[in-house]
């Protein structure tokens, strides 16, 4: 099946730093969502891309929808402690006729004050 | 407010026991999914419907039950048969099918 490639696994940075996640894929997608998880919750939506090359910000995050439609970065500004967290990334691809949506592993960032 | 209610928060079941965690949803979405999510792990998918009284396996669906008997609800059964159960369970829902998804709060079962 369809796979998701995010990276990096983990980050550990410090608070002010800018950080930059990725997801990338063999396949083509139709749509690019990123979500954020903390601890003992539900993933929330951030961000959501419809168009190759469209770049989208929510605040300090900035998410671009890859030209070839094989992968999506995700991009956090001047990072604060309450960043801390799982990202994940998310593709909707056509499948029988279809969307189908699958996720990455998720990236896990730690921010030092 | 509108959103998705996953109860309860914490479940603790005995071995041998089915047990069945809730998932409720007021956004008039047509999809719904359950996934598990396992320490440090991604999101797996359990069980998705699209509309009410139709259901559908996901990738690890063996010991696990669905029903969808109505568009707000959609309960998942997690049975003896599942052989290693303890793990957070996340219920979504979306417009439709694999569309912008929408998640609960989760529900974290220990088998004791």
């Known amino acids: 099946g369809q796979q998701l490639n995010q990276s990096p696994q983990s980050m550990f940075i410090q608070e002010g730093e800018d950080v930059s996640m990725n997801c990338t894929s063999s396949s083509i997608f139709n749509t690019w969502l990123w979500y954020k998880q903390e601890p003992g919750e539900g993933p929330v939506l951030l961000i959501a891309l419809y168009k190759a090359g469209e770049l989208t910000s929510n605040g300090r995050l900035t998410a671009q929808f890859g030209i070839t439609r094989k992968d999506s970065f995700l991009n956090i500004s001047a990072s604060i402690p309450s960043d801390v967290g799982i990202y994940f990334c998310?593709?909707?691809?056509?499948?029988?006729?279809?969307?189908?949506?699958?996720f990455g592993a998720g990236t896990r960032l730690a921010v030092h004050p | 407010d509108g959103g998705i209610t996953q109860s309860p928060k914490y479940l603790f079941r005995k071995e041998g026991q089915n047990v069945t965690l809730s998932c409720e949803q007021n956004?008039?979405?047509?999809?719904m999914y359950w996934y598990r999510q396992d320490p440090g792990q991604g999101l797996r998918l359990i069980y998705y419907s699209q509309i009410v009284n139709d259901f559908q396996k996901g990738d690890i669906a063996e010991g696990y039950s669905v029903s969808r008997e109505k568009k707000e609800s959609f309960p998942l059964t997690v049975t003896s048969a599942q052989k290693n159960p303890t793990a957070f369970y996340l219920c979504a829902s979306s417009m439709i099918r694999d569309t912008e998804a929408f998640f609960g709060q989760g529900t974290r079962l220990t088998v004791v």
């Open positions: 998310a593709g909707s691809y056509l499948s029988g006729g279809y969307n189908k949506l699958i």
């Open positions: 956004l008039n979405h047509d999809a």
